[in-house]
């Protein structure tokens, strides 16, 4: 395991530091994660890997990984001293039913409903859709962002104001 020693690599300050709130954009946690690999895991990490068990060896002070390499598919056995789990269970897009495009519409709510997996690729069209001066109070637009995790910070600061 590489020493990070005291100091670590520090995180530099957000990029667009006035439009984000100072808050850290996934763009700049992609980039900290990949001068953290750089720096410290250069050779260490394996890509194109299944892990198919992970457990704790009873009576010993260490996990076993089975894991398999996609491209070849060969097992391996691997004993660590320690495990960091993460396994991204944010990645999978999922919108509760009671959030769905097909709920809102019943509930006569009519615009777009998306995961913010899909925020990237629809934002223009969403941005386009805002009138520029609504021509009522009533014909306002409102945009809610349900979450508060790091998507759902970079979805707000997209938005217009």
Same mark, same amino acid.
């Given at each position: 395991?590489?020493?990070?020693?005291?100091?670590?690599?520090?995180?530099?300050?957000?990029?667009?530091?006035? +439009?984000?709130?100072? +808050?850290?954009?996934?763009?700049?946690?992609?980039?900290?994660?990949?001068?953290?690999?750089?720096?410290?895991?250069?050779?260490?990490?394996?890509?194109?890997?299944?892990?198919?068990?992970?457990? +704790?060896?009873?009576?010993?002070?260490?996990?076993?990984?089975?894991?398999?390499?996609?491209?070849?598919?060969?097992?391996?056995?691997?004993?660590?001293?320690?495990?960091?789990?993460?396994?991204?269970?944010?990645?999978?897009?999922?919108?509760?039913?009671?959030?769905?495009?097909?709920?809102?519409?019943?509930?006569?709510?009519?615009?777009?409903?998306?995961?913010?997996?899909?925020?990237?690729?629809?934002?223009?069209?969403?941005?386009?859709?805002?009138?520029?001066?609504?021509?009522?109070?009533?014909?306002?637009?409102?945009?809610?962002?349900?979450?508060?995790?790091?998507?759902?910070?970079?979805?707000?600061?997209?938005?217009?104001?």
């Amino acid at each position: 395991m590489a020493s990070l020693g005291s100091q670590g690599l520090q995180m530099p300050p957000p990029a667009d530091s006035a +439009r984000s709130g100072a +808050r850290l954009s996934g763009l700049d946690m992609c980039s900290y994660m990949d001068a953290f690999a750089h720096k410290y895991l250069k050779g260490k990490i394996r890509f194109e890997t299944e892990v198919l068990n992970v457990k +704790r060896v009873p009576d010993a002070s260490f996990w076993r990984l089975t894991v398999e390499d996609k491209k070849t598919g060969i097992r391996e056995v691997l004993n660590f001293s320690r495990i960091v789990l993460c396994t991204g269970g944010c990645s999978n897009p999922f919108i509760p039913p009671s959030l769905s495009p097909a709920s809102a519409k019943n509930a006569g709510f009519h615009g777009p409903v998306l995961h913010s997996s899909r925020f990237s690729a629809e934002v223009d069209g969403i941005i386009r859709e805002i009138p520029e001066s609504p021509p009522s109070e009533k014909d306002a637009v409102s945009i809610v962002v349900v979450g508060g995790g790091k998507s759902a910070q970079e979805s707000v600061v997209q938005m217009p104001a």
